[in-house]
């Protein structure tokens, strides 16, 4: 690989060290509390807490819930969901309007998907890739259900997706980065090809905004949906969002027709009239003590460049990746994904026969990484708030439990209910 990144790798751990100083980004790791003696590399699956999250929530729930109660509605809380979507515009390459802020993933995804089917009339198949986040899969396995035959569900091989793309199908809807093997997706060229065949594009976000520079517009995404929680450091549960192409305004028609989607909410008039823009996608009322510690959360953005993190990212992954390598060799892990850094969102994971037990022996160091069935440990590599010390020493660790079977224990071989 001769690849900028290869020539930013770190031999030794001085030489990681060396890189941490002269990271353009290394000022941003002071937004966040992060417990001492943890190397955290878990924020694919739940985002470490910004510093201002805990005073802000304390401030919604004395000041604005207990002091000013309902009065709250109209002084803080009815315009929230606007605020969050303005930050978020610029991570996502969207305009704010094109933007909702609500309810979660799954709930999101059923909403575009129907909306998006109603688009393309007579069509009745969503092309997706076996082996996509299983909820993504059974939201529209579900869909097809309710629809009878007017919708199936047809997965094929990740790679054979754009292929598969014919004048048959209705919505192509894919993961931008895929949460087990990190594959990102051309987003821009999927949605060439499926808009030459008349379909339209839903793609989740979950695993790559907030680490990767998105351009929703620009690439011609007819449909987005996304995770608050992990990259973007929302906390447990945070509300998740999901993009509306502008040219879909006023004809994408949400399923659930909630009235804090109708144009007028509180007129409480009979019949329902969409509210413009993303904004017809909300449904009920928002959790806003969840919503707020997102618009805190988001703040970490503040001044940061997304192709800095983006650059940042692809270097962590190739110093971790290189310190991966004898270990393959010694232990038989596999590397999952694509071998080019550019063609990788901000995670790595590897196959290991024991890798939940290796995973909870690492937990039981400090190192906070996840496992998924069968046989996957994940780490994911925050630029935000990641060095790459951290990432030598979470090499250091596995080397460690690996060369010394510290995972061999019937501990940590007991399945905990969330892995
Ligand atoms: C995390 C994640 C979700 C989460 O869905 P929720 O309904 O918010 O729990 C969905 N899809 C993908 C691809 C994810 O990574």
């Known amino acids: ?33 992060l417990p001492a003696g943890v190397h955290y590399v878990d924020g694919n699956s739940l985002g470490a807490l910004p510093r201002t999250v805990g005073e802000r929530l304390a401030h919604t729930v004395e000041h604005e819930w207990g002091a000013r109660l309902v009065r709250s509605w109209n002084e803080s809380w009815i315009d929230l969901p606007q605020a969050v979507a303005e930050k978020l515009s610029p991570l996502l390459g969207a305009p704010a309007d094109a ?14 998907l129907a909306a998006a089917h109603a688009l393309v009339p007579g069509r009745a198949t969503i092309l997706a890739e076996a082996g996509e986040f299983p909820t993504d899969l059974y939201v529209a396995e579900g869909l097809g259900r309710l629809l009878g035959p007017a919708l199936t569900v047809r997965t094929v091989a990740p790679e054979a997706l754009d292929e598969a793309i014919d004048d048959d199908v209705a919505i192509v809807l894919a993961s931008h980065v895929h949460y087990a093997t990190c594959r ?35 690439d011609g995404v007819d449909f987005a949906i996304g995770c608050g929680y992990k990259y973007l450091n929302g906390g447990p549960g945070a509300p998740a969002y999901l993009y509306v192409a502008p040219r879909w305004h006023g004809r994408a028609r949400s399923p659930i027709q909630g009235w804090l989607g109708h144009a007028a909410a509180f007129d409480f008039a009979p019949g329902y009239q969409p509210a413009p823009g993303a904004r017809a996608f909300h449904c009920g009322t928002w959790p806003i003590l969840s919503m707020t510690a997102l618009d805190a959360a988001l703040d970490v953005f ?41 063609a990788r969102g901000s995670h790595v994971a590897v196959r290991h026969p024991e890798g939940y037990a290796v995973v ?34 979470v090499a250091e660790a596995l080397a460690e439990v690996l060369d010394q079977r510290l995972w061999d224990d019937p501990r940590y071989r007991q399945r905990q209910q969330v892995t």
């Not at 010694?330 to 550019?342: E, N, S």
């Open 360 to 393: 909870r022996a690492l937990i039981d160091r400090g190192i906070i990484g996840d496992f998924r069935p069968p046989d996957l440990m994940r780490f994911g590599l925050v630029p935000l708030y990641l060095r790459y010390v951290d990432v030598w020493d």
């Open 302 to 342: 503040e001044g940061v460049d997304m192709g800095a993190v983006e650059r940042k990212s692809r270097a962590l992954c190739s110093l971790l990746l290189m310190r991966l390598q004898p270990l393959c060799e010694r232990h038989g892990l596999r590397v999952v994904g694509p071998a080019a850094l550019d």
């Open 184 to 218: 990102k997706r051309d987003m821009a060229a999927t949605s060439r090809i499926a808009h030459a065949h008349g379909a339209v594009t839903v793609f989740d976000l979950s695993h790559s905004a907030g680490v990767v520079a998105i351009d929703l517009l620009g």
């Open 1 to 33: 690989m001769a690849s900028i990144e290869s020539q930013t790798l770190a031999r030794t751990r001085d030489d990681a060290r060396l890189h941490d100083e002269q990271d353009p980004l290394a000022f941003v790791r002071a937004r966040f509390r």
């Open 99 to 112: 933007i909702a802020v609500t309810d979660s993933v799954s709930v999101n995804l059923f909403k575009v």
